[in-house]
């Protein structure tokens, strides 16, 4: 390593801010890798989405979400 001339020249220093540089954007390549995966991800079931018929999309909730509403006051008690 110390037979090349740019490693012999070269600052500690700057070696080392050089090294921490080259980690940072590796780090910030696989950060967005991991986006750019998620949003692909997501395209993929928004594409089969579109693929699907448009009845699909009118059919009812198949959980009403009217059974999990709590009551707001105890029963028999009017809120008026």
């Known amino acids: 390593m110390s037979d090349h001339p740019f490693y012999r020249d070269e600052n500690p220093k700057?070696?080392?801010r050089t090294w921490v540089f080259g980690?940072?954007?590796y780090g910030a390549m696989l950060a967005a890798?991991?986006?750019i995966g998620?949003?692909?991800f997501?395209?993929?079931f928004y594409g089969i989405?579109?693929?699907?018929p448009?009845?699909?999309?009118?059919?009812p909730d198949p959980m009403p979400r009217?059974?999990?509403?709590?009551?707001?006051a105890p029963a028999g008690h009017d809120l008026a």
Do not use: H, I, K, N
């Not at 448009?54 to 059919?59: A, H, K, L, M, V």
């Not at 009217?66 to 707001?72: A, D, T, V």
């Open 14 to 16: 700057s070696r080392l």
């Open 23 to 25: 980690q940072m954007m």
């Open 33 to 35: 890798a991991v986006f």
């Open 38 to 40: 998620c949003l692909l």
């Open 42 to 44: 997501f395209a993929v």
């Open 49 to 52: 989405g579109l693929l699907l």
């Open 54 to 59: 448009e009845e699909s999309r009118q059919t």
């Open 66 to 72: 009217s059974s999990l509403e709590q009551p707001l």
